[in-house]
Structure formats: C-alpha cells, structure tokens
C-alpha cells in the first residue's frame, strides 16, 4: 500500500467495519476472491441486511491490496443486489435489504436474453399459478378476494369494447397477479412478475366476445373456489385453464 493510500485510512472518520469473517486473498483474482467471501458468507447467514462491510480504504488496509480490486469488488457486488454503497467520508457498502421486485426484473432480462421458448414460458407459468391457486384457497384475505372480485368487474366492462382492446388483456395479466399475491408467497410472487414481462406481449389480444366470456366465467370460478376454500376445484379449474391456453399457443406457433 503506498503512502498516499495510508495516509487517507489514517484520516478516515466512521463505522468500522461490522463483519469480521474477512480473510487474506491472493494477489491474483483479488476481486472475484472478495465477491466470493461476501457471496459465500450471506448464504451461510453470517450476513444480514443493514451489516457494514466497510469502505474501499478500510477494506484495502485490512486486506493488504490495492484500492482497484475492491472497488471492483464493490461494483460487482453492487450490481447483483448484495451490497449498496454511500459514498463521502462516512461512506461505505452495506449489504443491501431485500428488493423482490428488483430480482424480478433481472430475471425478465435473463429469461428474454436466453430465448426462453413459448413452451417452457407457458410450462413455467403452469408451476406457479396452480401453487399459486392452492395457496390462495387457504391463505386469501377478505382484501384479496375483493381485489380479485374488482378486476372481474373491470373485465366485464372492457368485454363491452370491440376485440382487438390491449387493455382486456391488461386487466386479465392483472388479475393473475392478483391471484399470485393472495397466495403470500414472495418467492411466487417475484417468479411471477419475472414471466409476465415476457408471456404479455404473446398473449394475444382479445380475440372475440366468446373469447372474453369464457376468460371471465373462468376467472369467476376460481374465485369462487378460492373463496370456498376448495383446494381441488381451485388448483383443477387454474390447471385446465391454463393448459388450455398453452394448447392454443402452442398450436398457433405450429401453424405460424
């Protein structure tokens, strides 16, 4: 470390850092050895949240390397969601507090950045909704059955607008995330979003009033099953449902 380097970790004002488990890296892969130390000791639950792993100065003395490979450390780290960052005198990386809607939105990218398939996107969405289904017959709230019931409603009232109408459509994504969140699983949830950003722009526009009436008739028995409680209807009715829909996409990438 040079003197310049020293003599800004002697100035430096703060917290120090929280989480001790740091050890001695090699000269080479400095930064991937760090990003795996930090990687390594989250999953282990040796941290959390809110947890103060120091700034890049802090961490350059305590390592005995340069600035450079924990800067890039830090920016590896920060860009996958684990830590954030504060910059000034009294800066520093923290580990990060859970963002869902963040993993979400990654794995969209990673999913579109694949080529995921039709089929395996409408397979995927089977997996969740029907978990999803059976959850919400047993954990929906008086709030979550409104919700859902308020989106039929809306459903009903775009049905009356000329086939071709994005918003039918809109309404009816709207109305399976609804069911994904009475489910109260943020793991579902996340997943979820994730495929929608790539299932909606494939999901046809509404086709026909006939189209619309059977999307509503079936959107109003599975509330109603979930309402009941009926575990078996409701998974059954979003398993058909949904298999339905795959068949019907399916069938047209064949025939395309």
């Keep these: 470390m040079d003197s310049r ?15 001790i488990g740091w050890e001695s890296v090699r000269t080479e892969s400095v930064s991937g050895r760090i990003v ?13 949240p809110g947890d103060f792993l120091g700034s890049e100065i802090q961490l350059a003395q305590k390592l005995g390397v340069s600035r450079n ?10 860009a996958l969601g684990v830590i ?8 520093g990386a923290r580990i990060a507090t859970g963002d869902p809607n963040r993993f979400a939105r990654a794995l969209a990218v990673q999913l579109k950045l694949v080529g995921i398939s039709i089929e395996e996107m409408l397979d995927a969405q089977i997996a ?5 289904a059976e959850l919400a017959s047993k954990r929906a ?26 918003r039918f459509t809109e309404a009816s ?6 069911l994904i969140d009475a489910a109260h699983n943020r793991a579902l949830t996340a997943q979820f979003k ?6 909606e722009p494939i999901y046809a526009r509404r086709e026909s009033d006939s189209v619309a009436k059977r999307v509503i008739a079936s959107h109003k028995q599975l509330v109603e099953s979930i309402a009941a409680k009926d575990t078996e209807r409701a998974t059954t009715l979003m398993r058909r449902r949904l298999e339905t829909i795959r068949a019907h996409h399916l069938l047209r990438t064949v025939e395309s």
Excluded at 5 to 19: D, I, N, V
Excluded at 128 to 132: D, F, G, S
């Design 5 to 19: 380097t020293r003599t800004k970790a002697a100035k430096l004002k703060g917290q120090s850092p929280s989480w």
């Design 36 to 48: 795996d130390q930090v990687w390594n000791a989250l999953f282990r639950g040796e941290l959390k």
């Design 69 to 78: 490979p924990v800067r890039d450390a830090f920016r590896t780290l920060q």
């Design 84 to 91: 954030d960052i504060k910059m000034g005198a009294h800066g």
């Design 128 to 132: 969740v909704e029907v978990m999803a």
């Design 141 to 166: 709230t008086a709030a979550d059955l409104a919700k859902l019931r308020s989106i039929i409603d809306e459903l009903q009232a775009l049905s009356a607008r000329p086939p071709g109408d994005s």
């Design 173 to 178: 994504m709207r109305f399976h995330e609804a």
């Design 194 to 199: 994730a495929l929608r950003s790539v299932l």
